[in-house]
């Protein structure tokens, strides 16, 4: 490690008081950049090693002394190697006996082994009282101060007041330590950080197919189905027209899908009479992603916005503004205004500004650092009522987009009827449901189901 580095650290705690000796085993990376840090945070290193001869990258205040040494130094032993070097430790199990070993490992594959490396440390070891901590902080972040995004510490063993000594550490350390529990949790803290972006999968895979989907619907409708019959080019549209149609059709069916879980739990709760009952595991994993959900949804939506703004420079629009006027004065024609047709327009443009802004503030408040600084009922009421008028907004955007189109025949090409007519199904069957279930007679057995009241309490798990 970068001796120079050490001045970069942006969160060094207070090293006024020294405070007890803490023992490394492992002068690898992660053992070196947690050694450093430790020591900047007022606590005497020693590290134990196969090797001790020190070397320019161990901190120059630690010592480095054999494994049997440095462990009789200290009560608390943070074991930085790797979990199939791990049985070195079996002949050390006596001068490890009562001592706090803190396992930090990670794996390279979710569920690698058996059981959690943690839990085998302890197998192997079992006279010590084992803590896991640290395996989601990474050397690098430790080294450079860069902790913004992974300064929680999961920490988790059987023994509370290892767990304690530990967490005081981690406090102490600048970060913060978030109990997972007995040893058991282990195995999930050690799954942790190989997971890439698991909410994200869904929302990303299902927009993926929506996008495919409606491209190549889009596709037919208005570039094959001219050119076969009206000999016309317009596979131009693949670049703007044909997204500007996607990227509103995904905000509106990704926003409702958003609130369809929430309408389907009501319901199966209304039938089963109680909220006691788990919902399937479809359902309980869709209700997780729903944040993520809205915010691919609200991508979408921006791109919608942006895609919008460029219509007016485009020449295939500006070519058919000018050859309409050329046309009325060939013709000596004046189109008069029509004034429903304006006032269609600007409500159509208006909802779709005043859904778009509401869209944005459910984006900012569905943020940490926001719904943090917001209580219970006021993130609930951003999400679920504002959420809802959010919806009903971009609902009634399409809805005056459309206007009456759905009525003329030449609207459905192939049969095919536009893309929009599609995109208004999920949202208008949400919209009616949730209506629906806020009658009394729905909506009083609704609320005391979800206060704990059963109607055949004898079914339920
Ligand atoms: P590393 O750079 O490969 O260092 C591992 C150290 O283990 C070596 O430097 C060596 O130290 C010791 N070692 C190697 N073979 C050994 C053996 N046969 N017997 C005894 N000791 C042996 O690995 P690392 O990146 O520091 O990671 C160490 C642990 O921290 C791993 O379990 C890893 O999953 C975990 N971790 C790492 C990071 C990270 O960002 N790197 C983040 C979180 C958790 P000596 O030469 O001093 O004996």
Same mark, same amino acid.
């Given at each position: 490690?970068?001796?120079?580095?050490?001045?970069k650290m942006?969160?060094?705690?207070?090293?006024?008081?020294k405070?007890?000796?803490?023992?490394?085993?492992?002068?690898?990376?992660f053992?070196?950049?947690l050694g450093h840090?430790?020591?900047?945070s007022g606590?005497?290193?020693?590290?134990g090693?196969?090797?001790t001869?020190t070397?320019?990258?161990?901190?120059?205040?630690?010592?480095?002394?054999s494994?049997?040494?440095?462990?009789q130094?200290?009560?608390?032993?943070i074991?930085?190697i790797?979990?199939q070097?791990y049985?070195?430790?079996?002949?050390?199990?006596?001068?490890?006996?009562?001592?706090?070993?803190?396992d930090?490992?990670n794996n390279?594959?979710?569920?690698q082994?058996?059981?959690?490396?943690?839990?085998?440390?302890?197998?192997?070891?079992?006279?010590?009282?084992?803590?896991?901590a640290?395996?989601t902080?990474?050397?690098?972040?430790?080294?450079?101060?860069?902790?913004?995004?992974?300064?929680?510490?999961f920490?988790?063993?059987?023994?509370?007041e &290892?767990?304690q000594?530990?967490?005081? %550490?981690v406090?102490a +350390?600048g @970060? /913060?330590? *978030?109990?997972?529990?007995? =040893?058991?949790a282990?195995?999930e803290?050690?799954n942790?950080?190989?997971?890439?972006?698991?909410?994200?999968?869904?929302?990303i895979?299902?927009?993926?197919?929506l996008?495919?989907?409606?491209?190549f619907?889009?596709?037919?409708?208005n570039?094959?189905?001219?050119?076969?019959?009206?000999k016309?080019?317009?596979?131009?549209?693949? &670049?703007?027209?044909?997204?500007?149609? %996607?990227c509103?059709? +995904?905000? @509106? /069916?990704? *926003?409702?899908l958003?609130? =369809?879980p929430?309408?389907?739990a009501a319901?199966?709760?209304?039938?089963?009479?109680?909220?006691y009952?788990?919902?399937?595991d479809?359902?309980?994993k869709?209700?997780l992603?729903?944040k993520?959900?809205g915010?691919?949804?609200l991508?979408f939506a921006?791109?919608?916005v942006?895609?919008?703004?460029?219509?007016?420079?485009?020449s295939?629009?500006r070519?058919?503004?000018?050859?309409?006027?050329?046309?009325?004065?060939?013709?000596?024609?004046?189109?008069? =205004?029509?004034?429903?047709?304006?006032w269609l327009?600007?409500?159509?443009?208006?909802?779709?500004?005043?859904?778009?802004?509401?869209f944005?503030?459910?984006?900012?408040?569905?943020l940490p650092?926001?719904?943090?600084n917001v209580n219970?009922?006021?993130?609930?009421?951003v999400?679920?009522k504002?959420?809802?008028?959010?919806?009903?907004?971009?609902?009634?955007?399409?809805?005056?987009?459309?206007?009456?189109?759905?009525?003329r025949?030449?609207?459905y090409?192939?049969?095919?009827?536009?893309?929009?007519m599609l995109?208004?199904?999920?949202?208008?069957?949400?919209?009616?449901?949730?209506?629906?279930?806020?009658?009394?007679c729905?909506?009083?057995?609704?609320t005391?189901?979800?206060?704990?009241w059963?109607?055949?309490?004898?079914?339920?798990?």
């Amino acid at each position: 490690m970068n001796k120079n580095s050490s001045n970069k650290m942006a969160l060094a705690p207070n090293t006024s008081k020294k405070k007890e000796t803490v023992c490394i085993f492992g002068t690898g990376d992660f053992g070196r950049a947690l050694g450093h840090k430790m020591i900047q945070s007022g606590y005497s290193v020693v590290f134990g090693s196969r090797s001790t001869q020190t070397s320019s990258l161990i901190p120059k205040d630690a010592e480095v002394l054999s494994h049997a040494e440095a462990a009789q130094k200290a009560a608390i032993i943070i074991i930085a190697i790797q979990r199939q070097h791990y049985n070195f430790l079996t002949p050390l199990a006596e001068i490890l006996h009562g001592k706090v070993l803190v396992d930090v490992s990670n794996n390279l594959k979710i569920n690698q082994y058996p059981e959690s490396n943690a839990e085998y440390l302890a197998q192997l070891v079992p006279g010590a009282k084992v803590v896991k901590a640290f395996n989601t902080v990474s050397a690098w972040a430790l080294q450079s101060g860069t902790l913004d995004a992974s300064r929680q510490v999961f920490v988790c063993g059987d023994d509370m007041e &290892a767990k304690q000594m530990v967490m005081d %550490i981690v406090r102490a +350390l600048g @970060l /913060t330590p *978030l109990d997972k529990g007995s =040893l058991l949790a282990a195995q999930e803290i050690e799954n942790y950080p190989l997971q890439l972006f698991p909410m994200w999968k869904f929302p990303i895979l299902l927009s993926l197919g929506l996008v495919t989907f409606f491209f190549f619907y889009c596709l037919i409708r208005n570039v094959i189905y001219p050119y076969v019959y009206e000999k016309k080019d317009f596979s131009f549209f693949i &670049a703007i027209s044909i997204p500007n149609r %996607i990227c509103p059709i +995904l905000a @509106l /069916t990704l *926003l409702a899908l958003v609130y =369809l879980p929430g309408v389907l739990a009501a319901i199966i709760q209304l039938y089963r009479g109680t909220k006691y009952r788990r919902f399937p595991d479809w359902l309980d994993k869709w209700m997780l992603c729903r944040k993520q959900l809205g915010l691919v949804a609200l991508a979408f939506a921006s791109l919608h916005v942006l895609y919008t703004l460029v219509i007016p420079i485009r020449s295939f629009v500006r070519w058919r503004i000018s050859s309409r006027t050329v046309s009325q004065a060939l013709n000596n024609e004046t189109e008069p =205004l029509n004034t429903t047709n304006a006032w269609l327009s600007d409500s159509y443009l208006a909802l779709g500004i005043l859904g778009f802004f509401l869209f944005v503030l459910l984006g900012i408040t569905s943020l940490p650092s926001v719904s943090n600084n917001v209580n219970w009922r006021e993130f609930r009421f951003v999400q679920s009522k504002l959420g809802y008028l959010t919806l009903i907004l971009c609902t009634a955007h399409t809805l005056v987009y459309g206007g009456n189109r759905f009525l003329r025949p030449s609207s459905y090409v192939w049969y095919l009827p536009s893309a929009y007519m599609l995109s208004l199904i999920v949202p208008c069957i949400v919209l009616v449901v949730k209506f629906v279930l806020l009658f009394p007679c729905l909506d009083k057995p609704l609320t005391r189901i979800r206060q704990g009241w059963e109607r055949n309490p004898q079914y339920s798990e």
